[in-house]
Nanobody, 126 residues
Framework: QVQLVESGGGLVQPGGSLRLSCAAS????????MGWFRQAPGKEREFVAAINWNGGSTYYADSVKGRFAISRDNAKNTVTLQMGSLKPEDTAVYYC???????????????????WGQGTQVTVSS
């Protein structure tokens, strides 16, 4: 069945780095744009970063621009979110999501994504 599994979350000190991975199974990512979203306790799920099907287009939330980088390896059916200069306000459950699209457009709207992973916890604290 279609499945997205995130990994790489954990506890990190402010200013530190983490690398999140999202592995897809049951379908090929070649036909999907991908996104990362996050949800902090008591808050709505918010957009973090997105990448189109071949990696040619990326899009970031202002809050993470310059600190996070999204990339993908279609041969390995994986998407990665490299996070740096982490802040306590980055603490959240991070989710990857897939959106059927072969175009150049990327989307920050969670409503446009078809499949979601279960999430991985990222905690930034000293």
């Amino acid at each position: 069945q279609v499945q997205l599994v995130e990994s790489g979350g954990g506890l990190v000190q402010p200013g530190g780095s983490l690398r999140l991975s999202c592995a897809a199974s049951g379908f090929t990512l070649d036909y999907y744009a991908m996104g990362w979203f996050r949800q902090a306790p008591g808050k709505e799920r918010e957009f973090v970063a997105a990448i189109n099907w071949n990696g040619g287009s990326t899009y970031y939330a202002d809050s993470v621009k310059g600190r996070f980088a999204i990339s993908r390896d279609n041969a390995k059916n994986t998407v990665t979110l490299q996070m740096g200069s982490l802040k306590p306000e980055d603490t959240a459950v991070y989710y990857c999501a897939a959106r059927y699209s072969r175009g150049t457009a990327v989307s920050g709207s969670r409503l446009s994504y078809n499949y979601w992973g279960q999430g991985t916890q990222v905690t930034v604290s000293s």
